[in-house]
């Protein structure tokens, strides 16, 4: 056989049972979900800052850095929602190498998913409980949507998965917001289309089961530039490529039209520094019209404690074992410039 199985893995219903949110966590959750939705559906004219490591890949260094992030977040909070971001899913172009904490709980030992699934639900309800602050993780696999569900205020879908079909389906059935990446080539139509499909309900397989959604009209798009046929980078972050996607949002029949820039990937040909350009280059865009204001509801950041990448083995503290990051001091400082410019 082609398969071979190994093992059966506990169900979410079995998970989250093992391992429930603390009642104050929750409670620090709905409140976070209703900031966020706030702000993508224009009711608020605060602005979101998802940030944080490629990689969630040690779980003490990444609530470090989420305690870090919550102090900043109290003296910003009149301005800015920051949402972590700790991603314990990596999609691999070639399928290789690190694969995130759901694979592999420990990056230098062989991979266990059931212990990773555990270990991510254990890491994101430390993070929520000591900070109150809800975070945002990439969905690579839907079927494990529900391991995860009662934690997360965010989701990204990536560039490999938006054409997805069960992807975007399931996206369907969520009531957290979910940002739709542009696929590598680019394609603001596979995007949008994305977010249609999203947005409306659906019947289809899940899980071994029949299931129906209602659709998510917090779904939106994430541009985090593309990749040409010779392999080179082109950003989507300039003020044409926002004003373009304003004008195909605006010919099609979407709720709540909501942009976020992802500054990195290739949108900075993974030059983690040009993160802090291209960010201000995004609100100065914002600022120039007020359609861009309107539509332009976030950046993303990827940034850790320490700058830069490492591999993994090398064991330096609170750096990436993925993309390379902006380091902390770095980070912090440019929070506070968004908070004056958004």
């Known amino acids: 056989m082609a398969f071979i199985f190994k093992k059966q893995l ?31 559906t224009g009711i608020t004219d ?12 040690n779980e003490d260094a990444v609530c470090d850095y989420t305690n870090r992030l919550v102090k900043v977040q109290e003296e910003v909070a009149d301005r800015l929602v920051l949402i972590p971001r700790i991603y314990t899913n990596k999609p691999r172009t070639t399928g ?24 991510i639900r254990k890491m994101h309800i430390r993070s929520l409980a000591e900070t109150g602050l809800s975070a945002a993780d990439e969905m690579l696999y839907p079927e494990n949507w529900g391991y995860v569900s009662d934690i997360l205020s965010y ?39 994305s977010v249609h499909a999203a947005q409306n309900p659906h019947d289809f397989c899940y899980r071994g089961f029949e299931v129906t959604t209602n659709g998510n009209p917090l779904t939106h798009v994430i541009l985090r530039g593309a990749v040409n046929k010779h392999g ?77 990448a490492q591999k993994v083995g090398e064991h330096i503290y609170g750096k990436s074992i993925t993309d390379p990051c902006l380091d902390w001091e770095r980070s912090r400082q440019l929070i506070y410039e968004i908070a004056e410019l958004a």
């Open 10 to 40: 506990p169900t979410p219903d079995q998970i989250r049972e093992e391992y429930p949110v603390p009642e104050a966590a929750k409670q620090a959750k709905a409140k976070r979900d209703a900031l966020i939705r706030d702000v993508l």
């Open 46 to 57: 605060k602005f979101l800052v998802i940030i944080g490591p490629c990689s969630a890949d």
């Open 96 to 119: 290789e190498g690190y694969k995130g904490m759901v694979h592999q709980p420990d990056p230098e030992k062989a991979p266990d998913l059931a212990k990773g699934i555990i270990a």
């Open 155 to 193: 989701v990204a879908i990536g560039a490999r998965s938006v054409e997805d079909q069960q992807h975007r389906l399931t996206v369907s059935g969520f009531d957290t917001p979910a940002g739709m990446k542009n696929p590598t080539s680019g394609d603001y139509s596979v995007m949008l289309n």
């Open 232 to 308: 080179a980078c082109h950003p989507n972050y300039h003020y044409e490529d926002l004003i373009r996607l304003n004008e195909m949002y605006l010919e099609r029949e979407l709720q709540n039209p909501a942009c976020i820039v992802d500054a990195n990937h290739a949108n900075s040909n993974k030059q983690y520094l040009e993160q802090i350009r291209i960010t201000k280059e995004v609100l100065h865009s914002r600022r120039l019209s007020p359609e861009l204001h309107k539509l332009v509801k976030g950046i993303m950041i990827e940034s850790y404690i320490e700058a830069g």
